[in-house]
């Protein structure tokens, strides 16, 4: 059974910066997706935003949302099977809870709905 727990969320001011993880365990193989997706104050959790995703195997591929794009990246520290987000520029409307999944036996970055694996989510709050 795949498990993710993600970790590093927190309060930071406007144009700062936070990384957040998400560490996972119970995995068998190397082919799947990791996926990074924010619920906004408000919002139900149907409308999650997917804002970025990783492609593990066979070659590493990242994806991103405009709404992140050039702000945020991803990186993988494959002996621990950790996933960070680092998020820079942070803007007042990034706030959210969020939320790393896992889509097995994907090779490219799915939909929402593909994600088998979710977290329990990070609360992420930019204010001054």
């Known amino acids: 059974q795949v498990q993710l727990v993600e970790s590093g969320g927190g309060l930071v001011q406007p144009g700062g910066s936070l990384r957040v993880s998400c560490a996972g365990s119970?995995?068998?193989?190397?082919?799947?997706?990791i996926g990074w997706f924010r619920q906004a104050p408000g919002k139900a959790r149907d409308e999650r935003e997917r804002i970025a995703c990783l492609v593990v195997s066979p070659d590493e591929r990242t994806w991103f949302a405009d709404s992140v794009k050039g702000r945020f990246t991803i990186s993988r520290d494959s002996t621990r099977d950790t996933v960070y987000l680092q998020m820079d520029r942070l803007k007042p409307e990034d706030t959210a809870v969020y939320y790393c999944?896992?889509?097995?036996?994907?090779?490219?970055?799915?939909?929402?709905?593909?994600?088998?694996?979710w977290g329990q989510g990070t609360q992420v709050t930019v204010s001054s």
């Open positions: 999944a896992a889509a097995m036996d994907w090779g490219i970055c799915p939909q929402i709905n593909e994600y088998d694996y």
């Open positions: 119970g995995f068998t193989s190397n082919y799947y997706v």
